[in-house]
């Protein structure tokens, strides 16, 4: 029996990215442009279809991980990200950009995955462990690659939304488009 070498916190990092990515791709490619409008009958403060491909594809998951890897957030010089409130951080839904079509929404998604990869490739592996960051939106002091799982995490998460929006529009969807398998 041969045993594996040892895999690097960054080679994990990158494989869960690129799974979920991969996955919600598909799920995106399941939506057509009459339905951008669509949202959950009941309850309030849903995102739209187009919202949600918007949040997933263009904020979901790069433009923090750039944040933490390199300290960009992406914002212009004169903004502050420690000044901003909670309603910048988590805005209602009704403020919300959308995406126009579908295409574009997986023209956003696949820059969000380059940066997303191209950012935890730049990120030091001897880092992920020992660099202590608090998120700008609060809570505590997580490690480098605790905060960088965790807004891959952010991107499956709004996966799993994504999959329930299509599955109450009617989709003939199983766990399998959801996971993968």
């Known amino acids: 029996m041969k045993m594996k070498s040892s895999i690097t916190l960054k080679e994990?990092?990158?494989?869960?990215?690129e799974t979920t990515y991969a996955i919600t791709r598909k799920l995106f490619q399941q939506v057509t442009k009459d339905k951008l409008s669509w949202k959950p009958p009941s309850g309030k403060n849903?995102?739209?279809m187009g919202q949600l491909l918007m949040h997933c594809a263009?904020?979901?998951?790069?433009?923090?991980?750039?944040?933490f890897v390199k300290g960009d957030w992406g914002l212009?010089?004169?903004?502050?990200?420690?000044?901003?409130?909670?309603?910048?951080?988590?805005?209602?839904?009704?403020?919300?950009?959308?995406?126009?079509?579908?295409?574009?929404?997986?023209?956003?998604?696949?820059?969000?995955?380059l940066l997303t990869m191209q950012?935890?490739?730049?990120?030091?592996?001897?880092?992920?462990l020992t660099q202590k960051l608090t998120a700008p939106w609060g809570g505590p002091d997580l490690s480098l690659f605790q905060?960088?799982?965790?807004?891959?995490a952010h991107l499956n998460q709004h996966k799993g939304q994504l999959f329930y929006y299509l599955k109450l529009m009617g989709k003939d969807l199983n766990t399998s488009d959801l996971w993968g398998s």
Not at 12 to 17: F, I, K, Q, S, W
Not at 58 to 67: D, L, M, P, R, S
Not at 96 to 113: R, T, Y
Request: proline share 4%; hydrophobic share 50%; charged share 15%.
């Open 119 to 128: 950012c935890i490739n730049d990120a030091q592996e001897s880092a992920l």
């Open 12 to 17: 994990v990092l990158l494989a869960e990215a």
């Open 46 to 48: 849903w995102m739209t």
């Open 58 to 67: 263009n904020y979901g998951c790069g433009k923090a991980v750039q944040g």
């Open 147 to 152: 905060h960088l799982l965790l807004m891959i």
């Open 76 to 113: 212009p010089p004169d903004v502050n990200l420690e000044d901003q409130g909670a309603e910048q951080h988590v805005p209602l839904a009704e403020i919300l950009a959308s995406v126009e079509s579908v295409a574009q929404a997986l023209d956003l998604l696949a820059q969000d995955q």
